[in-house]
């Protein structure tokens, strides 16, 4: 037995000079998976997709974390320190194969390469300085999260992570959770950043619809006709159909255009949080 193992290459004895050998298998570097494996997938149409694949992977004894993108078609998996390749990323590939998706693996650097990613995002939302101040404190919280740079004039946020910890995916999901919306930038995230410019204008002109005649029917007509105009016209139970006007009005106003205000105020108070929307809401 001792004879056949100092043949094999594969194995070498630690203690020549002892009575009883010590005997180890030496693994080569170059079977080592690297601490990040990427893979191309084809298949995906959804995010039911991407939840399938993740749940299938992140099972597996050897992964530390997954994330897939559907938009790239690309998935990175990390893995433990000193698991076995290639037969890791094989393991991987079949698994995928097996639910119906194809995967294909796609070379990456070593693991002493693998330290910070740098990704941006598009927020929503942001009003005030203060407004940049409540992301930039509770993302500084997040694990794996090691700088936050947030530009309120283009409404960017540069961050640096380290990607065994934070996902992309959760960072914009914890910008939600306090009354924002994130998103990754497009290709054309220019254009679309310009075309939005245009929705404050949209928005007032829309409200400025329904608010002119509650302005005229409350400041104006009451000069011209008199306090009785509001009683004109009665439908029921002493509602008349002036204020039935005014009432239909105001609410489109607050309700549909003045929602996003309410919705981020709600989101701030119950993170203990003051921000414009709440100024607004009041």
């Known amino acids: ?107 990456t650097p070593t693991q002493s390469s693998v330290t910070t990613n740098q990704i941006q995002l598009l927020i929503q939302g942001m009003t005030c300085t203060s407004c940049v101040q409540t992301i930039q404190n509770h993302l500084q919280t997040i694990p794996g999260i090691q700088s936050v740079s947030i530009n309120l004039l283009t409404e960017t946020a540069t961050l640096t992570i380290n990607p065994t910890q934070a996902h992309t995916r959760d960072i914009i999901s914890q910008i939600e959770e306090i009354g924002f919306t994130a998103t990754l930038p497009s290709p054309t995230h220019t254009t679309s950043a310009q075309s939005q410019s245009h929705s404050p204008w949209r928005s007032f002109f829309l409200c400025a619809c329904f608010g002119a005649p509650v302005t005229i029917i409350n400041m104006v007509l009451p000069l011209l006709i008199g306090e009785s105009f509001f009683t004109a016209m009665p439908l029921f139970n002493g509602i008349s159909l002036v204020l039935l006007i005014i009432f239909v009005c105001s609410t489109l106003v607050q309700c549909l255009f003045g929602s996003r205000f309410i919705k981020g105020a709600w989101v701030a108070v119950k993170h203990k949080n003051s921000n414009m929307d709440v100024l607004v809401a009041m």
């Open 1 to 107: 037995m001792s004879s056949s193992r100092r043949q094999n290459p594969n194995y070498k004895n630690l203690a020549d000079d002892d009575d009883v050998g010590v005997i180890e298998l030496a693994i080569s570097s170059d079977d080592i998976a690297p601490q990040k494996l990427m893979f191309d997938i084809t298949g995906m149409t959804c995010s039911n997709c991407v939840t399938t694949i993740e749940n299938c992977i992140k099972v597996l004894d050897f992964v530390n974390s997954v994330t897939v993108c559907l938009l790239t078609e690309k998935m990175t998996v990390f893995v433990k320190e000193g698991t076995p390749y290639p037969d890791s990323a094989k393991t991987i590939t079949d698994e995928i194969d097996d639910i119906g998706f194809e995967a294909s693996e796609i070379a």
